[in-house]
């Protein structure tokens, strides 16, 4: 698992790297001191930890978000770490993970770390998984990760994916029990992955891919509950 530290206090970086290093000592851990250095380095990291005013880690934060949606990346987990209480709604506005507060708690660190942990570990699981399905009379693997929806289609369905779109058969009924972990069945005609919602309201669920399907007014309650408890168990989360 590989983590980034930046804070442009150098005894700061080291505090975190110690903290993490205690609980989670075979990660990779690379510590940075200023924004540009952190942007330019080659990959990703699964987890941030970034001082939101020193280093501007929230610019860090837009600009993070901003390449991984482009690119279709998932998304890092980014915990912010500052002595400024202020600036927490912003942090959220960029889905961030948690918000610790200097001081730090180094009980509450490390139940936020392994939290973090989790949520990747399974993220990685939930990438590899996938679906069979017959597209033309050949079968095609997809994975649950590309797919933002599914629509029926008469006695057939389309998979709306990064792809394409691709119809194929299957039921609706089937694929809804098959999903259920990870996709809701929000209208009568939409199976939605809930990874890949960006927002949604009472009539309406806005995907990551620019996609907007309907939500049946009946089903609104419980899609919420739902996702709420998706959310609550680790499951990625774009609102």
């Known amino acids: 698992m590989n983590i980034a530290v ?7 970086c080291n505090e975190i790297l110690r903290l993490i290093r205690k609980d989670k000592p075979t990660a990779k851990i690379f510590t940075f001191t200023s924004a ?4 330019d380095a ?3 990291f699964s987890i941030y930890f970034l001082d939101i005013r020193g280093v501007s880690g929230l610019e860090i934060a837009r600009n993070l978000r901003a390449r991984q949606n482009l690119q279709g990346k998932p998304k890092s987990i980014l915990i912010f770490i500052t002595g400024y209480r202020e600036y927490m709604a912003e942090a ?4 961030a993970f948690h918000y610790i507060l200097k001081p730090i708690d180094t009980k509450k660190f490390s139940q936020v770390l392994a939290r973090a942990c989790h949520e990747v570990e399974e993220s990685e699981s939930r ?20 797919i933002f929806f599914i629509e029926s289609n008469n ?8 792809d394409g779109n691709f119809e194929a058969a299957g039921k609706m009924d089937s694929l809804e029990v098959a ?8 209208h009568r005609c939409y199976l939605v992955n809930l990874e890949k919602i960006s927002a949604y309201t009472a009539n309406t669920i806005q995907l990551t891919g620019g996609d ?3 939500i049946a007014a009946k089903k609104y309650p419980a899609f919420v509950k739902t996702y709420l408890r998706y959310a609550k168990e680790g499951g990625g989360v774009n609102v």
């Open 127 to 146: 990438a590899e998984k996938y679906l069979l399905l017959k597209v033309g009379g050949v079968h095609k693997k997809f994975y649950l990760r590309n």
């Open 155 to 162: 006695k057939k369905v389309i998979v709306h994916t990064s």
């Open 92 to 95: 959220f506005d960029v889905n």
């Open 212 to 214: 907007e399907i309907f």
């Open 36 to 39: 540009e250095t952190l942007l």
């Open 179 to 186: 999903l259920s972990d990870c996709f809701y069945r929000c």
């Open 42 to 44: 080659p990959e990703d």
């Open 6 to 12: 930046c804070d442009n206090n150098r005894n700061a």
